[in-house]
């Protein structure tokens, strides 16, 4: 068994910020990547930021240069720094983590059960 446990969600004003972290734990043998995605309603889940195991980062470009992902030490929990946010970043965010449970396993998706996220006045 694998659980993503999210944290950090809430109500914030637009330009405030805000900080989500996403600890992974139990039958974990390897992560390849962890990441963030986000769905306003309506609309299809998107990818936010993902990193790999190696620290490579990859942003969607709706949120450069205002969101941070970090990794802890353990690369079992990652951080999402969000700053001047906007009313577009209203969302549910759910962190995502791909990783093998067993040295010979298929790297799979495994997802958190998701933060409310919401930026208004």
């Known amino acids: 068994q694998v659980q993503l446990v999210e944290s950090g969600g809430g109500l914030v004003q637009p330009g405030g910020s805000l900080r989500l972290s996403c600890a992974a734990s139990?039958?974990?043998?390897?992560?390849?990547?962890m990441g963030w995605y986000r769905q306003a309603p309506g609309k299809q889940r998107e990818l936010v930021v993902g990193?790999?195991?190696?620290?490579?980062?990859n942003y969607a470009d709706s949120v450069k240069g205002r969101f941070t992902i970090s990794s802890g030490s353990a690369k079992t929990t990652v951080y999402l720094q969000m700053n001047s946010l906007k009313p577009e970043d209203t969302a549910v965010y759910y962190c995502n983590a791909n990783l093998r449970t067993r040295w010979n396993a298929v790297p799979r998706d495994y997802w958190g059960q998701g933060t409310q996220v919401t930026v208004s006045s």
């Open positions: 139990g039958n974990i043998f390897s992560i390849n990547a």
């Open positions: 990193i790999t195991s190696g620290g490579d980062t």
